[in-house]
């Protein structure tokens, strides 16, 4: 029940920065998991950074210390904010958030489009 869309990918040097976005229309009720993943060609799906309704971070170990996700409740949106960047962190990078509770079971588990995200070598 709610949409995610990304935005901010693209084409960039190695060492260089870029900020994703997603912005979350529709409504997020906790508890929840927000954050982003992503998955190059012939790759598993990983997990890349999210956070939790109690504002808890979690950070595969690649990027700790140089990407970071937030919340920017402003502008409704979660950002994953990417420094020095590696040609390996080429990939599709996906927004998703879970939500809510079905039992033992996340009622929602929402998914954006994808953006890609390319680090020349």
């Known amino acids: 029940q709610v949409q995610l869309v990304e935005s901010g990918g693209g084409l960039v040097q190695p060492g260089g920065s870029l900020r994703l976005s997603c912005a979350v229309s529709?409504?997020?009720?906790?508890?929840?998991?927000m954050g982003w993943y992503r998955q190059a060609p012939g790759k598993r799906r990983e997990l890349v950074a999210d956070?939790?309704?109690?504002?808890?971070?979690n950070y595969a170990d690649s990027v700790k210390g140089r990407f970071a996700v937030s919340l920017d409740s402003a502008k409704n949106t979660v950002d994953l904010n990417m420094n020095d960047l590696k040609p390996e962190d080429t990939a599709v990078y996906y927004c998703?958030?879970?939500?809510?509770?079905?039992?033992?079971?996340?009622?929602?588990?929402?998914w954006g489009q994808g953006t890609q995200v390319t680090v020349s070598s």
């Open positions: 998703n958030v879970k939500m809510g509770t079905f039992g033992s079971k996340w009622r929602y588990d929402e």
């Open positions: 529709g409504t997020i009720f906790a508890p929840a998991v």
């Open positions: 956070r939790t309704s109690g504002g808890r971070t």
